[in-house]
């Protein structure tokens, strides 16, 4: 199985999806190290990622995705997944299991102000939530809850 996380930047995914990796001692992959240099150039500079952009970001963690389950391991991926389509290229297989840390502009506000040595612009913050497509096909858990609260309701979600 592999879990991913999805949802804006600073909806905590990296830090749950690492919580809940240590504790199902699964791998766990984070997708902000999936972009190349130049979208990280842009992203520091305020710039958002077009589709363009994300396409071969995408296609890098579909497989890692594939990969884990052809060798049977499960895995943890933090990766926002903003749209339908970025998904639908995620979805290599019903193993493969969403889950969407939802959260409102202004906690993303706050929390991207307060983050240190991110390389995203928090000016950024308002594209995100312009890309965003709520998920219909991930469990919705409340970013607000601690990391804690919702590794266990993931895992009671989930069954892991």
Same mark, same amino acid.
């Given at each position: 199985?592999?879990?991913v ?10 830090t ?29 500079h ?7 952009d ?8 579909r ?9 049977s ?9 903003l ?11 019903? =193993?493969?299991? @969403?889950?969407? $840390?939802?959260?409102?502009? /202004? ?5 991207? &102000?307060?983050?240190? +040595? ?7 913050? =308002?594209?995100? @939530?312009?890309? $965003?497509?709520?998920?219909? /096909? ?5 970013? &607000?809850?601690s990391? +804690?609260?919702i ?5 009671? =979600?989930?069954?892991?």
């Open positions: 199985m592999v879990i996380l999805i949802g804006v930047a600073a909806s905590g995914k990296t749950v999806g690492k919580h809940l990796a240590q504790e199902l001692r699964w791998e766990f992959f984070d997708g902000d190290d999936f972009h190349s240099p130049e979208g990280v150039e842009k992203m520091k305020g710039v958002p990622l077009t589709d363009a994300r396409e071969p970001w995408l296609r890098a963690i497989e890692t995705i594939r990969s884990n389950l052809d060798q391991k499960n895995a943890v991926i933090a990766c926002s997944a749209k339908r389509s970025y998904r639908q290229i995620l979805q290599v297989s019903p =193993q493969v299991v @969403f889950v969407y $840390l939802k959260a409102d502009i /202004e906690l993303i506000r706050h929390r991207s &102000r307060s983050r240190r +040595g991110h390389f995203m612009d928090p000016a950024l913050v =308002q594209s995100q @939530f312009d890309t $965003l497509e709520e998920p219909q /096909e991930a469990l919705e858990i409340d970013a &607000r809850l990391p +804690g609260e590794v266990q309701l993931i895992r009671s =979600q989930v069954s892991v």
